[in-house]
């Protein structure tokens, strides 16, 4: 297993999304007495891979440290009121049941709230699909919020099972 590991589905380098995931990750390794993210597998610089008919060892390693997590903190920004297609187009290469034992929080980076509810009936879905345990509310994280990110953060509590995670 890798541990805690940040998925960031957004096809730009360098994303607000990414940075969302990062800091999200961050704070629940923070309350479980850990340092960072183990690992942060960053989509925007895979999409020509994904979409290649020939895969590549970087790609390959991006979804073996997915499929291998212990915890997998996946974010993505809102496309059309749903995750995006490069997350869909990468998740769709791991098999079926890939995460299974993996605990998984979704996380979507929104710029209307309106689509606050697409982190539970879209993302939510599809990781359960691939046997992650999904224990918490996803976290629906407004683009108007991202200036006091930290005090969202602060009152995020998800509640993983196996991990005590401190108040």
Request: no cysteine; aromatic share 4%.
């Amino acid at each position: 297993m890798s541990g805690i590991v940040t998925l960031a589905g957004n096809p730009r380098t360098a994303s607000r999304t990414r940075h969302v995931a990062v800091e999200a990750t961050r704070t629940l390794a923070e309350r479980l007495g850990r340092s960072g993210p183990d690992e942060v597998v960053d989509l925007s610089g895979l999409a020509a891979q994904i979409y290649s008919p020939e895969p590549t060892g970087d790609l390959d390693d991006a979804l073996k440290t997915t499929a291998d997590a212990d915890v997998l903190v996946v974010a993505s920004p809102t496309y059309k009121g749903t995750y995006t297609g490069l997350l869909n187009s990468f998740l769709d290469l791991l098999p079926s049941g890939a995460l299974h034992g993996t605990v998984a929080l979704p996380i979507l980076v929104l710029g209307d709230p309106r689509h606050s509810l697409a982190v539970e009936v879209h993302l939510r879905p599809l990781l359960v699909e691939l046997g992650a345990h999904v224990p918490t509310p996803g976290l629906a994280v407004l683009e108007s919020q991202l200036r006091t990110l930290d005090e969202v953060l602060a009152g995020w509590r998800p509640q993983i099972p196996w991990l005590e995670v401190p108040a």
